[in-house]
């Protein structure tokens, strides 16, 4: 049977209902210390740059186990900061997962280079070194790895492979916050990396936010300056062209207030995600996997099925509301098109089958179970 139309959205507010994410419950908890941030941050006028940006910044080093940490206005600019920082841009190649959201090519592109497109790994839909070596040229200058749904690619396998070919490894983990393999957490293993504060992400700011992560003491101060109109050390004096990217005081504060939490959430995350697992071990979901000796933080519970829409419509009829990440990959995208990637099959078959299941770190055991015995009746429905 084959559904064209998106499923209707269900109302969050309906006991009855599975919504696919729900801020709200979340955010309840912390609205007292927002309002005492927004207090302290007015009477301060520290909205630009200021105390809570610097503290925030310290924090986030620290928590990723990195030397520096610069806010910037959102997780895209973060991208391209990142890759001017670096001197990548007209005539360099930067290799990028087909299957990320369109911020991460059009940071590339936006920076002045061009994207070359690559295929992932089936089962977890991560880019791999041997996508990264079939890619590579004689201008390649980067590759840009995802860290997608919140699993953590294998950094250490690409960045041999780069190191080999003398090109610079970037992190992409704008879905990530928290993540980690092998111990180390996802934005320092490798020369950089970039995060996006998105309200929906893993920590998410009331509004949008970036931040650029690095040992590289020169790269921290080169995106600093190019993120702040190009100011060199004097505030009068613009050393090159840059541009207005900066992670707003006020956010900076409110993120400094979720930051405590953030790995409660993810263990909540991990919980509800292994329950998923466990409860649809034996139904033909296609569950994206997770790397050994990782641990992800399931920014998203991700499926595969076959006839999606339909899936999605008989879910949405038992009032369980799905998503799609990503519909149509990058090299699919109208705006990408002239970079000419060709077939990549698993990134065209995922695109066609993948289908996000409601997974947010209020969410309870009971609304699992629900959308597990929907998913169950679907199937069997499906069977008959």
Not at 135 to 157: E, F, R
Not at 235 to 243: D, F, M, N, S
Request: negative net charge; charged residues 20%.
């Amino acid at each position: 049977m084959t559904v064209n139309a998106s499923p209707p959205r269900v109302d969050p507010l309906d006991a009855d209902t599975v919504p696919f994410y729900a801020l709200w419950p979340q955010h309840e908890h912390f609205l007292a210390r927002f309002r005492q941030q927004l207090d302290d941050v007015v009477m301060a006028n520290a909205f630009v740059g200021g105390p809570w940006l610097d503290r925030f910044e310290r924090r986030w080093a620290e928590y990723c186990g990195v030397d520096h940490a610069i806010g910037v206005a959102n997780g895209t600019d973060a991208i391209e900061l990142t890759l001017r920082g670096l001197g990548i841009g007209p005539g360099d190649e930067v290799v990028v997962p087909a299957n990320t959201f369109v911020a991460t090519a059009a940071a590339v592109v936006a920076a002045g280079a061009t994207p070359v497109f690559v295929d992932v790994d089936p089962g977890t839909l991560l880019v791999t070194e041997s996508n990264v070596l079939a890619a590579l040229g004689p201008v390649t200058a980067a590759v840009i790895v995802v860290h997608l749904y919140g699993q953590v690619a294998d950094v250490d396998a690409i960045t041999s492979v780069a190191d080999r070919h003398g090109i610079v490894v970037i992190e992409d983990a704008a879905q990530a916050h928290g993540a980690s393999s092998d111990g180390r957490r996802a934005g320092s293993l490798a020369r950089a990396g970039t995060f996006s504060f998105y309200p929906g992400k893993n920590l998410g700011a009331l509004g949008d936010g970036g931040m650029v992560t690095t040992d590289d003491a020169v790269l921290a101060q080169r995106v600093r300056s190019l993120s702040n109109h190009g100011r060199g050390h004097v505030a009068t004096e613009h050393i090159e062209v840059g541009r207005n990217s900066r992670l707003d005081g006020l956010q900076a504060a409110f993120l400094g207030e979720k930051l405590p939490d953030l790995d409660r959430f993810n263990r909540r995350r991990r919980e509800l995600a292994a329950l998923y697992r466990s409860t649809l071990l034996d139904l033909p979901l296609g569950l994206v996997q997770a790397r050994p000796a990782t641990e992800p933080v399931y920014h998203l519970m991700v499926a595969q099925v076959d006839e999606r829409a339909w899936f999605r419509h008989r879910l949405a009829d038992r009032g369980i509301e799905t998503s799609i990440h990503y519909p149509m990959p990058c090299h699919r995208q109208p705006a990408f098109e002239r970079f000419g990637s060709g077939y990549l099959p698993i990134v065209e078959r995922a695109a066609s089958r993948l289908v996000s299941l409601p997974l947010y770190p209020t969410m309870t055991n009971d609304q699992v179970h629900r959308v597990c015995e929907a998913i169950v009746a679907v199937i069997e429905e499906d069977n008959r």
